[in-house]
């Protein structure tokens, strides 16, 4: 079974704080993805990657940075918590779309992060 | 961009009841993926059932099933004989070969399941 484990469930910080939330994937996926997920908005993708060291904005990358040194290990960096980065934050992975092939993606347990 | 539109923020049914969770999509795409997530409360997210485009007949995975129409854009997930374990928001999610490496998802539907 696929598994993506994230570094905290649950996290508090001080505004201006810099915050690492870590993903890893033991499954040799191209693609990890960081989502924020707030109540009546679903989830919106802040980063994904799909290979080492690439990356590609998302639909909300203000404030955040990534990084990608391992395939397997995935990065999310708030360089200046403010109180708005409130939220929970979903790490997923995938394979690279092959026709024909499942594509699903698998999710982390999700890091449930408030800063004060 | 892909958007994926979940109309029914809140939906409950009665223990044993069948619901029917609606999602439509807005693509151009005529290969990709349809997928509903399930994400109980404080708990992991996980699939409940995909659906490849090119395939015409309904997926389905033991009490779930999808009624999965191309033309009008529409692939809702049914739930027969509700469970307490059932209780969840649902996520409808997309995948398309053009845009291969992004996942489209919905607002989600919080499932309430009356015992």
């Known amino acids: 079974d696929v598994k993506v484990t994230q570094s905290s469930r649950y996290l508090v910080k001080r505004t201006g704080e810099k915050v690492f939330l870590e993903c890893v994937q033991d499954m040799d996926h191209e693609n990890m993805f960081w989502y924020r997920q707030d109540p009546g908005l679903g989830l919106r993708l802040i980063y994904f990657s799909y290979d080492v060291k690439m990356k590609e904005k998302g639909d909300i990358p203000e404030g955040y940075s990534v990084s990608r040194e391992k395939k397997e290990r995935f990065s999310l960096i708030l360089e200046s918590a403010s109180t708005n980065q409130t939220s929970m934050y979903l790490c997923?992975?995938?394979?690279?779309?092959?026709?024909?092939?499942?594509?699903?993606?698998?999710f982390g347990p999700g890091t449930r992060l408030t800063v004060l | 961009a892909q958007t994926v539109t979940q109309s029914q923020p809140e939906m409950s049914v009665q223990e044993a009841e069948t619901v029917t969770l609606s999602c439509t999509y807005d693509?151009?795409?005529?290969?990709?993926?349809l997928f509903w997530y399930k994400q109980p409360p404080s708990r992991q997210m996980i699939l409940v059932i995909r659906q490849e485009a090119y395939k015409q007949q309904n997926a389905t995975e033991n009490r779930f099933s999808v009624n999965f129409q191309k033309a009008a854009k529409s692939f809702s997930l049914k739930i027969s004989d509700s469970q307490l374990g059932d209780a969840a928001m649902y996520f409808c999610a997309y995948r398309g070969a053009n845009t291969g490496n992004q996942f489209y998802f919905g607002t989600g539907t919080s499932l309430t399941v009356i015992p």
């Open positions: 997923a992975s995938s394979l690279g779309w092959v026709a024909g092939v499942y594509n699903e993606q698998f």
């Open positions: 693509t151009s795409e005529s290969d990709y993926y």
